[in-house]
């Protein structure tokens, strides 16, 4: 059983914490230890906790033990602790903290010059690009919105776009599904943390999005509550239909994955009858296949393999740097 959840309400309702009481306990676990090496491991330890109390991977329980193995009892107990402070400070609203943080405890001169935009900024950001284009969302009543960060970080721009969203009455553990990536393995999982804690749907990737060269891909405890996959699938399902036929000819396609097969069914035995369609009926179904696998259909890639194109047609918005 992971030390972290089972003591973390207890911490929570017994202390009130601050940015400098997670500083000065951080610092006393780093007293006689690489700064660098016990921020990641507080990181990695919160992150698989969170994400195997969920959806279990036996590879990452072993790292979280082989992680424990490195500290004494004191020590974890203090971990324990800098997590319950940790979640404290991200209650107020949505806000990259973490990497906050890591600028604070001087950890971005240590290791080849990584930095975190600041917060204030990420929200001026999200304000000026998104601001209107969510009013327009709340006033058509849109089911839900995409979003695509292709240079994640910790995630403090999707946190911006989540603050954003929720300053306009719209709840974005509804309405929002993101999709981040990073190269680097502790912001990715500095942004799983974050992420999870405000419930956002999302499938954070580590790996290179230049090369799509990808190692690794979790998904937010909120991904699978709400049933994104199936949710995904359904509007992609909508939209490659009528994307292939003419405007205002396309058969109406019942919004529900149980019947995606049925359709494609008909639409073969059918065939080329189907006016206005396109290309021939053989082709038409073959894209549409291919346009409505799962969600979690992101493979881990050997670099160079350019067949996943990260499904980027399904985003609605770009965070570009």
Sequence with gaps: MH????????????????????????????????????????????AIALHNAINKNQKLEDEYLAIVARYSKEELNEFCEL???????????????????????????????????PHEISLLMAKMVYGDVLDSMKRSNKPFITLSEPTCGAGGMVLAFANEMLKKGINPAEKLYVQCIDIDRLAGLMCYLQLTLWHIPAEII???????????????????????????????????????????????????????????????????????MKEPASVVVEEIVSLIEPATNIKIQKKGDSKNDLQADIFDFLIEH
């Design 3 to 46: 030390l972290f959840p089972e003591r973390l309400y207890m911490s929570t309702k017994t202390k009130s914490y601050t940015k400098q009481s997670f500083i000065s306990l951080f610092n006393s676990i780093a007293r006689h230890k690489h700064r660098y090496s016990v921020f990641t491991d507080f990181v990695s330890m919160s």
């Design 83 to 117: 997590l319950a402070n940790f979640v404290e400070l991200m209650n107020p609203e949505p806000a990259d903290v973490l990497g906050s943080l890591y600028m604070e405890l001087e950890l971005g001169n240590l290791n080849n010059g990584q930095f975190f935009t």
């Design 206 to 276: 580590i790996g290179d999005t230049l090369t799509m060269d990808f190692r690794e891909v979790y998904y937010t405890p909120s991904y699978y509550l709400g049933d994104w996959d199936s949710r995904l699938r359904i509007r992609r399902f909508t939209e490659a239909v009528a994307e292939f036929w003419e405007p205002g000819t396309a058969p109406k396609a019942e919004a529900s994955s149980e019947n995606h097969d049925d359709f494609i069914t008909e639409l073969l035995e059918t065939g080329d009858q189907n006016l206005g």
